[in-house]
């Protein structure tokens, strides 16, 4: 597993943006496939993005689709979600997530960062 730390979050208007960042530690960080998750208030964790560990895959979920980007940096062991033209439906916690391959879940996840977007 790795360890992971996220920071970022704030508070934003509608249309504004925000960007994420994930720090992980551990020697295998290039080998996974890292993901954004997110909580909004009263409702379950729902999956917004995930990366290849070669950063030559991506995939997005409908709601945030040309919107946010996931980006990776496996020298510095970071994982950055950039998120344009936020709404006020994008209020959530962000957590950051990773797994060892795509026949794995996704087992090691950060403490989470709050994103508000105010309308």
């Known amino acids: 597993q790795v360890q992971l730390v996220e920071s970022g979050g704030g508070l934003v208007q509608a249309g504004g943006s925000l960007r994420l960042s994930c720090a992980a530690s551990g020697r295998a960080f290039s080998s996974y496939t890292m993901g954004w998750f997110r909580q909004p208030p009263g409702k379950e964790r729902e999956f917004v993005a995930r990366?290849?560990?070669?950063?030559?895959?991506?995939y997005y979920s409908d709601s945030v689709k040309g919107r946010f980007t996931i980006s990776r940096d496996n020298a510095k062991n970071t994982v950055s979600l950039q998120m344009n033209s936020l709404k006020p439906e994008d209020t959530a916690v962000y957590y950051c997530?990773?797994?060892?391959?795509?026949?794995?879940?996704?087992?090691?996840w950060g403490q989470g960062t709050q994103v508000t977007v105010s309308s």
């Open positions: 997530a990773a797994r060892p391959s795509d026949y794995h879940p996704f087992n090691s």
């Open positions: 990366i290849s560990w070669s950063a030559g895959s991506t």
